[in-house]
């Protein structure tokens, strides 16, 4: 990068994620993390709001003081339910920041870290994980595509015409609840505590059992069921080229993306399913390149 311009293309992308904070520098012209910019920080996603805010308002200083012209924008992929625009939060019943319910996040940052207000701009975290995934990763070349985030909760998004609109698939009736209850690290959690009696903290626990572990094979096995039926709906739902899967349980992908292309319709074309290969970075770049773009935001 010429030196002389630096300071004008960079910007922070921040992923929130259920269980942590992640925060990297951007080059907006080249639409990508600088090298050495990210830092990752774990956050009690229980704890009290001063908490949560204090590591977030930590997180972003520590950018900041190594890259201060980055200040410029400083973009949040956040989970929802979130009012983007106004940055208040709405998250409630969804076994995460709870205690933010109905804070101004832009005021409390602002005032925390002596940034302007106007400078923290959020998005939905699904959106700005398939902007990155279309900038530059499994998602560049398609113009029609449907982002799946599977991890503590479940995103969706489309990417339609050069614009991304939210699915609001996690809210979808599924089974004898919603979508996200059973494409989620919890469902993995629960199912492992509900056949053992104890406990885990991940898919990478399980991930690691695969292959030499019956319970861990059939929890993938019925994962593999359930995301399958999900994409049956969602490949007669939405004309898309491509569906691109995120999230951090697509580190598992091998574990059950056989099973699941086995049970997609055959009597019609498919869409070509894609695992993600940027990570949470995508997030960090579509996040920090949220103020380019004019895109259709929702409170999911």
């Known amino acids: 990068m010429d030196n002389s311009n630096a300071s ?31 830092v990752r920080q774990p956050v009690n996603r229980h704890a009290a709001a001063d908490e949560i805010l204090g590591i977030w308002a930590g997180t972003i200083n520590d950018r900041l003081q190594q890259y201060p012209s980055a200040a410029k924008a400083i973009g949040f992929a956040m989970p929802g339910p979130f009012d983007y625009t106004n940055g208040i939060c709405l998250i409630k019943g969804f076994d995460k920041y709870e205690a933010l319910y109905g804070m101004n996040i832009r005021e409390a940052l602002a005032a925390r870290t002596g940034c302007a207000v106007d400078r923290f701009l959020f998005r939905n975290d699904a959106d700005a994980f398939l902007d990155g995934e279309v900038q530059g990763g499994s998602a560049q070349g398609y113009s029609r595509v449907l982002a799946l985030t599977l991890g503590t909760g479940l995103g969706s998004c489309v990417y339609l015409a050069g614009e991304i609109t939210n699915a609001q698939l996690n809210v979808l009736p599924f089974k004898y609840g919603i979508a996200e209850e059973f494409l989620s690290t919890r469902w993995f959690v629960q199912s492992w505590q509900q056949r053992t009696g104890t406990a885990i903290d991940g898919v990478k626990e399980l991930a690691e059992m695969y292959g030499r572990n ?48 086995q049970q997609l319709p055959a009597d019609r074309p498919l869409p070509v399913l894609k695992k993600a290969i940027l990570g949470e970075q995508a997030a960090m770049i579509g996040a920090a390149l949220h103020h380019q773009h004019n895109i259709v935001s929702t409170a999911y």
């Open 214 to 261: 019956e319970t861990a094979n059939r929890i993938f096995d019925e994962f593999a069921t359930n995301l399958g039926e999900f994409l049956r709906y969602c490949v007669c739902t939405y004309d898309v080229e491509a569906i691109l899967i995120g999230g951090n349980i697509s580190n598992a992908y091998p574990l059950f993306i056989h099973q699941v292309q």
């Open 8 to 38: 004008a293309s960079l910007a922070l992308g921040i992923d929130i994620g259920g269980s942590h904070i992640s925060a990297g520098v951007v080059d907006l012209v080249h639409k990508n993390i600088v090298s050495g910019s990210v």
